[in-house]
């Protein structure tokens, strides 16, 4: 009867854990993301939007993530593959509580939920999601140290006060826990994005090296885990990404 149970359990352990690895698979996260956006905003009609006024936040940030959460291509979110992939060659326990910062979609929860994370919070200005709060990076809605870990794929640049951002990223994050961080370089001048696109856009005060972003956070950078910095001959576009450990 015992080795009945077990052989249960554990067949039902294994079938669970399949399905989450599907997540890590981008068509399937981005299916599963399309049809939850379906269900949540279409339908159930439960997207939520928040507009700080404190003059933190960039301007024509909520317009442009809308615009963005729109795009079904993006439902899965696969950039965030470069963020999540580093994360999980670092010894973290797949219980910890993580925040994704600005996911905009479902798809980087899902994405963190495939590679093993069991304990996955979203917080953005817009949100249709039960995983995903509704909130402001300068003024997070959490305890002091209530994450293991905290992620930022591509959301520090919509910040027109930086400092206080990281400075909240350090307040929530645990003494020793990681903060992950990307940014994406690119040549093309301000100006010229707001000409392409046809209307203004945050962080023309730009990020353009790994040293710029850890500079944010100050003597609170610990032990750097993984860095992906500007190339000497940068082409257009570049991914900046670090994922270090915090001290207080």
């Known amino acids: 009867m015992k080795k009945n149970h077990s052989f249960l359990w554990n067949f039902a352990y294994e079938t669970k854990q399949f399905f989450y690895q599907l997540l890590r698979v981008d068509i399937v996260r981005q299916f599963i ?3 939850r956006y379906f269900c949540l905003v279409i339908i159930l009609r439960r997207l939520k939007t928040l507009e700080p006024d404190t003059g933190d936040v960039g301007v024509n940030t909520v317009f442009m993530n809308l615009k963005g959460l729109k795009t079904f291509s993006y439902m899965g979110v696969n950039r965030s593959n470069l963020m999540v992939q580093p994360l999980t060659a670092i010894r973290v326990s797949r219980s910890a509580p993580v925040l994704s910062i600005g996911p905009r979609s479902e798809g980087e929860i899902l994405n963190l939920l495939g590679a093993g ?13 039960p995983w995903i709060d509704l909130g402001d990076m300068h003024a ?10 905290t992620m930022l794929g591509w959301v520090i640049t919509y910040s027109d006060n930086r400092k206080k951002a990281a400075d909240e990223i350090i307040r929530v994050t645990r003494n020793g826990g990681i903060v992950a961080v990307g940014v994406e370089y690119t040549s093309i001048s301000g100006e010229q994005i707001e000409k392409n696109l046809g209307y203004e856009v945050c962080g023309k005060d730009r990020l353009e090296s790994v040293q710029a972003i850890l500079d944010l956070f100050g003597d609170h950078v610990d032990h750097i885990y993984f860095s992906h910095d500007l190339p000497k001959n940068p082409p257009k ?4 990404m670090v994922h270090f450990s915090i001290k207080k």
């Open 33 to 35: 993301a399309a049809i």
């Open 117 to 129: 994370f069991r304990n996955v919070r979203g917080l953005d200005l817009m949100t249709y999601s």
């Open 140 to 149: 997070m809605p959490y305890k002091d140290n209530a994450f293991e870990v």
């Open 237 to 240: 576009q570049w991914q900046l």
